[in-house]
C-alpha cells in the first residue's frame, strides 16, 4: 500500500494519519482494512452524567411546572454537553471506523432531539448499528424515542395515521423520491400506527392504537406492520442501490459513479450487512483512482477533527468547539432539517471559506501565518501575542514534532494535502522559507486546497 | 534562483501580468446604480408575542385571557381599538406619518409550534409540512445576484433565509475584521500565483473561486462604507449596533439590496411582561434612530423594513404569568411610500381560536413576500415563492 493509498483509506474511513504511524502498519492492503474493522468490533456507547434525571417521574413534571421548567433548562445545557462529548470522542475516537460511520449515519437517519437522554440513545443506537445490519438498523430506528418524537409517530395512531416518519423512511431512508406513491405512504402510515415510547425512551406498542386491518403496499395485501413494511422495502433492490449510493457519495466520491454503485448493490442486496459493504468499498482499487483522492470537501466535523489529529489542539472553553460549528455550518446533533445537511459545495460560501482558511493559524498560531521570512515563526510568539483573538487554545506542536519527525519538511506537503495542489500555488509556497515545520504546517493548512479529502 | 531573487521576480511579474483577469475584474466593478430599493429584514426570533404589542385595549376577551399579563396602561391608542405596547412610543410618529403599515393575523395553514421548524418555514417560504433547502431571499439571489455583498447578514453566520440555490449573500457581524482577515498577505500570495483557467469546474475551482469572491467582497464593503455616513446616536445595545451598520451601508450607497437583522429572546413562556418590554424597548428605539439616520441622508425613501416573529403566542396566559407558542401574529412593514399604512386589516377574533387556542391566520405571510418581491423590489416571484400568491395592497 502507498502512502497516499493509506493516506487516502484514513481521510475517508477516519479523519487522517500521521506518518510515524506508517512504519508500523502492514505492508499488505487487505490486513490493513481488516485491522481498521477489526479495531472497530467492539462498541463504546457515548455517556454523559444524566443523573439530574434520577427519580423524576412524568407526573412530577406535569405537577411541578417549576421542576418542569428547570428539567428543560437543564436538558438544553445538556444536549450542549453531549455535542461537546460527541467532539472529542472524535478527537480521540478509540473505534475509528466505527465513529467515522457514525458520522455518516447522523446525516442519513436525521433526526434533532432536544432531550438529551432520548438524544443520547438514539446516538448510540447509531453508532452501535453503524458496522451491523442495515435491516435490523432501520427498524430500530423506527422505535426509536427520539424519531417517534422528531417525525411524529408517537402522535400516529389507527384511524389517525401520522404521515410523517412514512413518507420520510422511504424517501430519505431507503428509496429516494418518487419511487413510491402516495398511496404507499398512506398505507404504510396505518403499519406504524401505535408505536411510543415511555418516559425513559423504551420503545412501548400500543395495541389499541395499531391498526391491525389490511394494508396494500407495493402491491402486497397483509395485515403489514411496521416491520413487515420495512422488510418489503428492503427486499427491494432499489434500496440497496439508494444506500449504496449515498454510500459512495459520501465515502468516494461527490461525483457518482454507476459502474461502482451498482457493484456496491449487489454486494449489499445479498444480506444488507454493512461492515461486508465498507470491506468491499475499500478494498477496490476504484476506490483509490486519482479521481477519488482529494475529490471531497470536507465538512466542518472532518476539518476541525483533522486538524487536530495532525496538531493536537485543546481548546480551553468548551463553548468555543460549539461556537466553530456554528460558524462553519454543521452543528452536531442540531442538523438543520429532516433531509440533514446538503454537504459537499454547499459547506462552502463566501462566509465559511474566509473562516476555513484563517481558522488554522488562529487556532494554532495566534492568527499569523508565515510569510517566508526569516524567522518570522518565533517571531510571532513574542510579538503578536497581545492580538486579541476568538479563541483560546492550547496547540501541541511536540506531538506534531514527534509525528512528523522523520517527515522532510520539502515533503511535508504530501501528508497534509490530499490530492493535487494547483501548480501556481504549489511553487509559491515552494519557494517559501522552510525553516519551520510548524509554519509550513500553518501556510499549507491556509490553502484551499486543505478544504479538500 | 535564491529565495530573494524569486520573491523579488514573482512580486514584480504578479503585480504586472499575472493578476489573473477575474480578480482584476472583481476589484474594479462599478456598482452598478445607486438609490435603489433596498429590503431590511428584521427577525424577532423567540416568538414574540403579538397581543401585547399591538393591544385589543377595548376588548373584554383579551383582558379575561390574560388576567395577571394584560397591559391596561399607558397604552398608545391607535385607532378605536388596537393601540402600541408602552415601549413602542418612538414608533408612533411613523404610525402617525403613514410610515408604518401593521398587518395583523399572518401565518400560514397547519402551523407548527417548534421555534425551529416554523423559523425554517418563514425563512424558506414553504408549506409546513415542506422542506426546503434554500431561503427565499437566497433564491431571489440566485436570480439577481451577481455578488455575495449584494445580500449581508449582520451576524456571523448566515442564516437559512439568506442561502439560495447556487448563491448566498455574506454574512458579517463585523465588517472591519472580516476585511482584515481576507487582506492577509498570504492569501493575497496565494491568489496571485493561483492560476487556473477552468475555474469552478471542479471542487477546487469552486474553493479558489469563493475565496476570490470572499476576498473581494470583504474589500468591496471596506473600501465604500464610510463610516462617518451614519451620524445618529444610537441605543447602546447588539441590535442597535447591527442597524447602524445597515445605515452606514445604505448611506454609503453600497451595492447591497438585502439586508438581514435580528432580535432574540421573545420566548417569553415566565415573567413575560419584565422581557417583553425590555426587547420592545430595544426594537422600538433603534428602529427608529435607524429611520431618522436613513432620512438625514435621504435614503430611507428607497428602503423597506421589514418586521416579523415564527409566531405569536397563546391568547391565553399561562401559570408563570407567560405565554406558550402560538400561530398567527403580525408584521410590521415601515418604508415611505406606503399604499395602506396604519392597520391593514383587523384583528382576528379573539372568540373564534383554533384548537390550540390561537389566532387564526387569515394573510398568508408568502403573500406578503410576494409584495415585497413584485412591488418594492420589482422582480417576478417564479421560481422564488411558490403558488403564485396574490399580491396584497400595503404596497
Redesign the interface.
Known amino acids: 500500500m502507498t502512502q497516499q493509498e493509506l493516506q487516502h483509506l484514513y481521510w475517508r474511513a477516519g479523519f487522517g494519519i500521521n506518518p510515524n504511524r506508517y512504519k508500523s502498519m502492514p505492508k499488505n492492503k487487505a490486513q490493513v482494512i481488516e485491522d481498521f474493522f477489526a479495531n472497530s468490533k467492539t462498541f463504546t456507547p457515548l455517556h454523559i452524567d444524566l443523573s439530574y434525571l434520577n427519580g423524576i417521574k412524568p407526573i412530577d413534571l406535569k405537577n411541578y411546572?417549576e421542576l418542569k421548567?428547570e428539567i428543560n433548562q437543564k436538558g438544553r445545557k445538556k444536549i450542549l454537553e453531549l455535542n461537546n462529548a460527541w467532539v472529542k470522542r472524535l478527537f480521540n475516537p478509540k473505534e475509528l471506523l466505527r465513529e467515522r460511520m457514525t458520522l455518516f449515519w447522523a446525516n442519513h437517519f436525521v433526526c434533532?432531539e432536544r432531550n438529551p437522554l432520548y438524544a443520547q440513545q438514539y446516538n448510540n443506537t447509531l453508532r452501535y448499528f453503524a458496522l451491523g445490519n442495515f435491516k435490523d438498523f432501520v427498524k430500530a430506528i423506527s422505535k426509536e424515542a427520539a424519531m417517534l418524537r422528531y417525525l411524529n409517530g408517537k402522535q400516529s395512531r389507527k384511524n389517525k395515521p401520522n404521515e410523517?416518519f412514512a413518507r420520510e423512511l422511504m424517501e430519505l431512508f431507503t428509496l429516494g423520491e418518487g419511487e413510491y406513491s402516495e398511496k404507499d405512504i398512506k398505507e404504510s402510515a396505518r403499519a406504524f400506527t401505535g408505536y411510543n415510547h415511555d418516559f425513559e425512551g423504551n420503545f412501548i406498542f400500543r395495541k389499541l392504537q395499531h391498526d391491525y386491518e389490511s394494508k396494500l403496499f407495493f402491491n402486497r395485501i397483509g395485515k403489514h406492520d411496521g416491520d413487515d413494511i420495512i422488510d418489503i422495502i428492503l427486499s427491494d433492490k432499489r434500496c440497496a442501490r439508494f444506500v449504496s449510493d449515498k454510500i459512495y457519495r459520501y465515502f468516494v466520491n461527490?461525483k457518482p459513479n454507476k459502474k461502482h454503485i451498482d457493484a456496491m448493490a449487489e454486494v449489499f442486496f445479498k444480506d444488507y450487512n454493512i461492515e461486508n459493504l465498507m470491506r468491499f468499498v475499500f478494498l477496490s482499487d476504484w476506490f483509490y483512482d486519482e479521481v477519488n483522492r482529494?475529490?471531497?470537501?470536507k465538512s466542518p466535523i472532518e476539518y476541525v477533527v483533522g486538524l487536530a489529529t495532525t496538531v493536537p489542539v485543546t481548546f480551553e472553553n468548551d463553548k468555543d468547539l460549539l461556537k466553530i460549528q456554528?460558524?462553519l455550518?454543521q452543528t452536531l446533533l442540531d442538523p438543520?432539517?429532516?433531509?440533514g445537511w446538503?454537504g459537499?459545495?454547499a459547506w462552502?460560501?463566501?462566509?465559511t471559506?474566509?473562516?476555513r482558511?484563517?481558522l488554522p493559524s488562529v487556532v494554532l498560531n495566534n492568527g499569523f501565518?508565515?510569510?517566508?521570512e526569516n524567522g518570522d515563526f518565533r517571531k510571532q510568539f513574542t510579538k503578536n501575542k497581545k492580538q486579541k483573538l476568538p479563541f483560546k487554545t492550547r496547540p501541541n506542536w511536540e506531538v506534531f514534532l514527534e509525528n512528523f519527525k522523520y517527515t522532510n519538511i520539502e515533503n511535508l506537503q504530501d501528508y497534509i494535502i490530499q490530492?493535487t495542489i494547483?501548480?501556481?500555488?504549489l511553487?509559491?509556497?515552494k519557494?517559501?522559507?522552510k525553516s519551520s515545520k510548524q509554519a509550513y504546517c500553518i501556510?499549507l493548512m491556509?490553502?484551499?486546497?486543505y478544504?479538500?479529502c | 534562483m535564491d529565495r530573494r531573487k524569486f520573491l523579488k521576480n514573482s512580486a514584480l511579474v504578479s503585480s504586472l501580468f499575472f493578476v489573473p483577469n477575474f480578480v482584476k475584474a472583481f476589484e474594479s466593478l462599478p456598482s452598478e446604480r445607486l438609490g435603489y430599493k433596498r429590503l431590511v429584514i428584521v427577525q424577532l426570533a423567540g416568538g414574540n408575542d403579538g397581543l401585547n404589542t399591538i393591544i385589543p385595549y377595548n376588548n373584554d376577551l383579551y383582558y379575561n385571557a390574560r388576567p395577571r399579563l394584560a397591559i391596561s396602561k399607558n397604552i398608545i391608542k391607535l385607532n378605536d381599538d388596537l393601540g402600541f405596547h408602552p415601549s413602542l412610543s418612538p414608533l408612533q410618529s411613523l404610525f402617525d406619518n403613514g410610515e408604518l403599515s401593521i398587518i395583523n393575523n399572518v401565518g400560514y395553514p397547519n402551523p407548527v409550534r417548534s421555534h425551529f421548524r416554523s423559523m425554517d418555514i418563514w425563512q424558506t417560504a414553504s408549506e409546513s409540512d415542506e422542506y426546503l433547502q434554500s431561503g427565499w431571499l437566497g433564491r431571489y439571489l440566485d436570480q439577481h445576484g451577481k455578488k455575495p455583498y449584494n445580500a449581508m447578514e449582520m451576524d456571523e453566520q448566515l442564516s437559512l433565509a439568506m442561502k439560495g440555490e447556487h448563491f448566498n449573500g455574506i454574512a458579517t457581524s463585523n465588517y472591519k475584521t472580516l476585511h482584515n482577515s481576507a487582506k492577509d498577505p498570504y492569501f493575497k500570495n496565494v491568489l496571485n500565483h493561483y492560476n487556473d483557467a477552468h475555474l469552478s469546474e471542479h471542487n477546487l475551482g469552486y474553493l479558489y473561486q469563493t475565496m476570490i469572491e470572499a476576498k473581494s467582497s470583504a474589500n468591496y464593503i471596506y473600501e465604500n462604507t464610510k463610516v462617518k455616513s451614519s451620524q445618529k446616536s444610537y441605543p447602546q445595545n447588539g441590535f442597535a449596533g447591527q442597524l447602524k451598520n445597515v445605515a452606514q451601508f445604505i448611506n454609503s450607497g453600497l451595492d447591497t439590496k438585502v439586508f438581514y437583522t435580528s432580535l432574540a429572546g421573545f420566548d417569553t413562556h415566565a415573567n413575560q411582561d419584565y422581557k417583553q418590554t425590555r426587547l420592545l424597548t430595544q426594537y422600538a428605539e433603534s428602529v427608529s434612530a435607524f429611520v431618522s439616520d436613513l432620512k438625514r441622508s435621504s435614503t430611507f425613501k428607497d428602503t423597506l423594513i421589514l418586521t416579523f416573529s415564527e409566531f405569536g403566542r397563546r391568547v391565553n396566559q399561562n401559570a408563570a404569568n407567560g405565554t406558550d407558542h402560538g400561530s398567527a401574529n403580525n408584521v410590521f412593514v415601515i418604508g415611505k411610500n406606503l399604499k395602506t399604512a396604519g392597520f391593514y386589516n383587523e384583528l382576528s377574533s379573539l372568540s373564534d381560536l383554533d384548537a390550540n387556542g390561537d389566532l387564526k391566520y387569515n394573510i398568508d405571510f408568502r403573500s406578503v413576500y410576494a409584495t415585497i418581491l413584485s412591488q418594492w423590489m420589482g422582480v417576478s416571484t417564479k421560481g422564488i415563492i411558490s403558488g403564485q400568491p396574490k399580491p396584497l395592497d400595503f404596497l
Request: positive net charge; glycine residues 10%; proline residues 8%.
Open positions: 411546572p421548567k434533532r410523517n461527490p482529494g475529490a471531497k470537501i456554528r460558524i455550518g438543520p432539517n429532516v433531509a446538503k459537499d459545495k462552502i460560501d463566501a462566509n471559506i474566509m473562516i482558511l484563517k501565518i508565515a510569510l517566508g490530492g494547483n501548480k501556481g500555488t511553487d509559491y509556497i519557494a517559501l522559507d501556510q491556509s490553502l484551499p486546497e478544504q479538500m
